[in-house]
C-alpha cells in the first residue's frame, strides 16, 4: 500500500534560515556529538530554531503554533470548539506536539555528511518537522517517547501515534496527508 507523507507547511523565509544553519553548523565542523542530551550551544540554537519554526506553520485553518497545523486529534479538535476557537484559550487545553521529537530532528539534521546541498537540510526539515494538536490527556500517553522514537523507526512520523493508540484519533483537513500502515 502507498505510504503517503506530511509535508508541514512553514514561512520559506524561516525555513530557509533553520536550514542554512543546520547546514552551516554541520560544514563549519562545529557538532561532532549530534546527541542533544550532551548539550552543546550549536545544538540547543539549533533546538530552538526548530521550535520557533515550528510555531509558524500555516494551513486553511489560519497560522501559528496551532491554527498553522492542519493536523488535530477528535478530542483536540471537539475541546477547541467548545472553547469556540478562542486561540488564547488553547494553551491550557490542548497540546502543541511535536510529532517526532524535536532532539531527534535535530540529530537527523547534524547527521548530514559535511558540504552536502542544502537541499539535504530542507528535506529532513520538511519531513519530520510534524506537528498535532492533541489534547493534554493524549500528551500524556505520549511520555513514553517524549525524547525518541519507537524501537526501529526509520522514518515514518506517525509510529509514536500507532505505538501509544492515537494514530486513529487523528483528523486532519486533508485525509491524504494521514500515513497508511
Not at 563549519?28 to 530554531?49: F, Q, S, Y
Not at 500555516?58 to 471537539?78: D, I, N, V
Not at 497540546?95 to 532532539?103: G, K, R
Not at 522514537?149 to 492515537?166: H, I, N, Q
Request: proline share 3%; hydrophobic share 35%; charged share 35%.
Amino acid at each position: 500500500m502507498e505510504q503517503k507523507e506530511y509535508q508541514a507547511n512553514f514561512d520559506e523565509k524561516k525555513l530557509e534560515a533553520v536550514a542554512a544553519s543546520a547546514k552551516a553548523l554541520v560544514d563549519a565542523g562545529l557538532v561532532e556529538n549530534t546527541k542533544l542530551r550532551e548539550t552543546t550551544i550549536p545544538t540547543r540554537m539549533l533546538n530552538i530554531a526548530l521550535r520557533k519554526l515550528h510555531d509558524t506553520g500555516s494551513s486553511s485553518r489560519g497560522t501559528g503554533k496551532f491554527e498553522g497545523h492542519p493536523l488535530w486529534s477528535k478530542e483536540a479538535e471537539k475541546i477547541a470548539a467548545q472553547l469556540n476557537y478562542k486561540k488564547g484559550k488553547y494553551r491550557k487545553y490542548l497540546a502543541h506536539e511535536h510529532m517526532v521529537p524535536v532532539n531527534v530532528v535535530c540529530d537527523k539534521l547534524l547527521g548530514i555528511e559535511k558540504d552536502k546541498p542544502l537541499d539535504d537540510f530542507y528535506k529532513v526539515i520538511r519531513e519530520f518537522s510534524a506537528v498535532a494538536i492533541v489534547s493534554k490527556e493524549e500528551d500524556k500517553l505520549l511520555d513514553k517517547f517524549k525524547n525518541d522514537m519507537p524501537d526501529k523507526w526509520k522514518s515514518d512520523v506517525f509510529a509514536r501515534y500507532r505505538a501509544v493508540g492515537l494514530f486513529d484519533s487523528l483528523k486532519t483537513i486533508d485525509e491524504s496527508w494521514k500515513q497508511k500502515p
